[in-house]
T-cell receptor, first 118, second 110 residues
C-alpha cells in the first residue's frame, strides 16, 4: 500500500506528558500537511511543509507543538506538556506539488492518530 | 473570513438520490473538494471541481458549483448503505491549506 501512513493509530497519555506522532507521505509527494480534528468538527489546518521547509503555521499551533520534516520525507508532530484540550484526531495529508494545478494541489489523507489525554 | 457551512444530517432511503449542500465564503478558491469519512477513519477523497466549472460527473457522483452564490452540492445517485458516512466539503483559497466544513452525516436506511 503506497498511501499516507501514520503511527501510532491511537495514543493515550496523561496530562503533562510529551507525545510524538509520525507521518509517512505518499512516495515522491513533496508537500505534507498536518490537521487536527475534534469530535463533531471538520479538520482544522495546523501546518504544512514543502520538502523540508515549514511554510505555514496556524495560530492553533501553540508553542507546545512542533513539527519537523528533516529530510523532506516523513514528518513528526510533537506535543509537549499535553493538556486535555489536545485530545483529538491528528491527520496527516500529502500532495504532489509541482506545476500542474489539480494534480499538484489534491491532498490525500492518512488514517489519523487519535490522541486521548487523561 | 473563512467559513464553510454544511447541514449536519441527511437521511435517505437506499436506492434514492442524496444531495449534500455546502456554502463557502472565499471567492478566490480555485478548487473545491468532497471528502468522505467513515467512523474512526481518515478522509477519503471523493472528487473535486475546478472553480471555472459548473458541473462534474464521476460515476454515481455529480458535483454542481454555483460560483455566484458560492454554493456547492454533491449528488449521490442510487445511494447504498455503504455510502453512510460523514461528508466534508472543503475549499482551497489562495494558501495551500484546505478549509473544511463541519461535515454532513449521511444515514442510509433500507
Amino acid at each position: 500500500d503506497t498511501g499516507v501512513s501514520q503511527n501510532p493509530r491511537h495514543k493515550i497519555t496523561k496530562r503533562g506528558q510529551n507525545v510524538t506522532f509520525r507521518c509517512d507521505p505518499i512516495s515522491e509527494h513533496n508537500r505534507l500537511y498536518w490537521y487536527r480534528q475534534t469530535l463533531g468538527q471538520g479538520p482544522e489546518f495546523l501546518t504544512y511543509f514543502q520538502n523540508e521547509a515549514q511554510l505555514e503555521k496556524s495560530r492553533l499551533l501553540s508553542d507546545r507543538f512542533s513539527a519537523e520534516r528533516p529530510k523532506g520525507s516523513f514528518s513528526t508532530l510533537e506535543i509537549q506538556r499535553t493538556e486535555q484540550g489536545d485530545s483529538a484526531m491528528y491527520l496527516c495529508a500529502s500532495s504532489p506539488g509541482g506545476t500542474s494545478g489539480a494534480v499538484r494541489d489534491t491532498q490525500y489523507f492518512g488514517p489519523g492518530t487519535r490522541l486521548t489525554v487523561l | 473570513g473563512e467559513d464553510v457551512e454544511q447541514s449536519l444530517f441527511l437521511s435517505v432511503r437506499e436506492g434514492d438520490s442524496s444531495v449534500i449542500n455546502c456554502t463557502y465564503t472565499d471567492s478566490s478558491s480555485t478548487y473545491l473538494y468532497w471528502y468522505k469519512q467513515e467512523p474512526g477513519a481518515g478522509l477519503q477523497l471523493l472528487t473535486y471541481i475546478f472553480s471555472n466549472m459548473d458541473m462534474k460527473q464521476d460515476q454515481r457522483l455529480t458535483v454542481l458549483l454555483n460560483k455566484k452564490d458560492k454554493h456547492l452540492s454533491l449528488r449521490i445517485a442510487d445511494t447504498q448503505t455503504g455510502d453512510s458516512a460523514i461528508y466534508f466539503c472543503a475549499e482551497r483559497p489562495d494558501t495551500d491549506k484546505l478549509i473544511f466544513g463541519t461535515g454532513t452525516r449521511l444515514q442510509v436506511f433500507p
